[in-house]
């Protein structure tokens, strides 16, 4: 059954999770220099990658750090400018042509001399500041600071700290349901990487060393406590190595560039490769190993007594297992780092690093357990091939990705389609015993559990049939190319047809054109409001990528609810603007840039919606969902992935009430 939840899980991982970008937390302190005098001190956290900018910055760079302190009707004085500590200064592209600019990383301090010239005790100020990674900027913030000049250190309370005063007066709502979007992501992450470690267990190069290790430490433990107490830090070390590996991808890759991985078109196309190559190493072609010569050193130190000894044991287990557990390490670390989240490698290590461990815990504690288990045979190496086939078909989910991200049209929905149809196929063929590969042992019966996964996969395969004739496909919702990215939008062979034989795609508005389940979509956002203000409807901003997973979730399950369709395409004119669209702006629709890149037009057309999704929403990710009025006023707050059909139909007849109204 476990093996059947796996097939199942390793589709879920979600690589397109809402969020709001906060890389700056402010605190303060007062420092008394005498009966009158005190020193306003204001530090800054910065995340890793992220830079905060000088007060003192080239014309036409980003916008400088810059404190404003509220004189309380004259009861403080300022003494000086403000101070700030060194810093550094490197040469960027993301301003103008390029240029020297001074910024800090990590952390940075401000200092400001005041003298109390009347009975205030606290003093409020402002800082305005802007941050910008290696690739993107992110909207200038202004903060409010309060010191409190009883002298204790105070730091300000996260309201404070996260609101900015135009903040204060934006209605998005966003900043509330970001953060539970990122921690169901990363629990279904762990989930799915604990789910994944079980599946390593029962391979052909870890399931033999459970009975082999466990018995070492009860046999060369003095006393059975001893035992237990070996083999569970030996099951922690076993943690400690993969989250270790987790550690190093994050810091290799870092938040930027993860950040990116989503839409990026060459990014994905490697990790189409590498999982490509992962699937043919456990269908047998080859096998993917460590050097032996790192086994060799690691097993001469696993002699060593005591616990670093037991230490250099798990980590030899980690080398020598690596050909059976290092695809699937590497399709969880390419899945947590194209997820976006800088954490995402190091929960997906946790996860399938506890599953690895427990085992050996558990049956050092209870050894009489091991009798149950199932003697080593053919059966592991089915394992090892079901993964391979599991690999083989996750791969063409990037691939698909990187042809949605550059619009070629060459791996179209269709095509996915017959791809999985023809691996679950062979897989299912596979099951039943028809097909068989280098390292099968030979198959004179098919056991129960054996044939329950085939008929499943055969299930599954013929479920996706009727995808290539237009049905949703709900089960994979996200992982095919959406509906409307397809040879036949209505399936293969299919004409959709009106009365009279004349299509029903005739008569649309200029500019506008058939979406998912045939609603009426503008690609612009000029241009859908123009249609909306004449027609006198409602505009629904969709923004959304090509990369983006919850984006198509929510276009298949929810979108497909015939109450909330119908209010879709009878109530609102859909605006659907991709931020990662790499189209050339035509010169008509070209514009400048304010934000992603000051005074220079926008490279792409899809910089125009991600800098007016930052700029006017304050989001800079997908999707976000806006309700607006003929003046661009929201009509209601905007809402992210809203997976709840019941949940996004309120809000739905929310915005029609209150428009016409």
Known sequence: M????????????????????????????????????????????????????????????????????????GAFKLKGNTTEEEGHTEYTELFGDGMDIKSFDISAKFEQLIEVVGDENTLTAFVEFQTCDDVKCLMPKEVELTFNLGGKDQKTSDAVAATTASDSNDDSGNSGSAPGKSKRGLFALFFIAFLSG???????????????????????????????RNAIFYGVSIVVIYVLLGVAVSAIFGPAAMNALASNVWFNLIFFLIL??????????????????????????????????????????????????????????????????????????????????????????????????????????????????????????????????????IFEREIFLAIWIAVFGALAFYLFGKIQLP?????THISVGRLSLGLLVLAFTIYLIPGLWGAPLK????????????ESPHGVGYTKLGSGGVSAHEGLPEDAHYGVHDIVMFHDYEKGLAYAKKVGKPALLDFTGWSCV???????????????????????????????EKRKP????????????????????????????????????????????????????????????????????????????
């Open 276 to 409: 490509i190559i992962f699937a043919v190493s456990f269908l047998g072609a080859f096998e993917i190993t460590l050097p032996q010569s790192w086994a060799n050193k690691v097993d001469a130190q696993s002699n060593r007594s005591g616990l670093v000894g037991i230490f250099f044991m798990a980590l030899a287990l980690a080398i020598v297992s690596f050909s059976c557990t290092g695809p699937i390490v590497g399709t969880i670390l390419v899945e947590a780092a194209s997820g976006g989240d800088k954490v995402g490698p190091i929960i997906g290590m946790l996860g399938f690093s506890l599953a690895i461990a427990l085992p050996f815990g558990l049956f050092a504690a209870f050894p009489g357990w091991m009798n149950s288990l199932p003697k080593s045979g053919g059966w592991l190496n089915t394992v090892k091939v079901v993964l391979g086939f599991l690999e083989l078909a996750l791969a063409f989910k990037f691939l698909s990705t990187a042809d949605l991200v550059l619009q070629l049209h």
């Open 475 to 486: 089960l994979i919702s996200g992982f095919p190319p959406p509906l409307n990215y397809s």
């Open 2 to 73: 476990k093996k059947i939840i796996f097939l199942i899980s390793l589709f879920c991982i979600t690589i397109g999770n809402s969020q709001i970008y906060d890389p700056i937390k402010w605190a303060t302190s007062v420092e008394k220099v005498s009966d009158t005098e005190y020193k306003l001190i204001t530090k800054a956290a910065i995340e890793p990658g992220w830079h905060l900018y000088s007060q003192n910055v080239p014309d036409g760079g980003p916008i400088a750090t810059t404190f404003t302190y509220d004189d309380a009707n």
């Open 198 to 228: 079980f599946a390593a267990l029962l391979t052909p190069c870890v399931f033999p060393m459970i009975p082999l290790t466990v018995s070492f430490f009860t046999k060369q433990s003095q006393n059975k406590a001893q035992g237990i």
């Open 439 to 443: 390292h099968d042992s030979p198959l």
């Open 550 to 580: 919850n984006c198509r979730k929510m276009e298949e399950y929810v979108w497909s609810a015939p109450k909330v369709l119908e209010l879709l395409k009878k109530e609102y004119v859909m605006i659907s603007l991709y931020v990662d």
């Open 586 to 661: 035509y010169e008509s629709e070209q514009g400048i840039s304010e934000y992603l890149y000051p005074g220079k037009p926008f490279k792409k057309i899809g910089d125009k919606w991600a800098e007016l999704q930052i700029m006017r929403y304050k989001s800079n990710a997908q999707p976000l969902y806006v309700l607006m009025d003929h003046n661009e006023e929201n009509l209601l707050d905007p809402v992210a992935y809203t997976p709840d059909v019941d949940e996004y139909y309120t809000w739905l007849k929310g915005g029609v009430s209150k428009f016409k109204k």
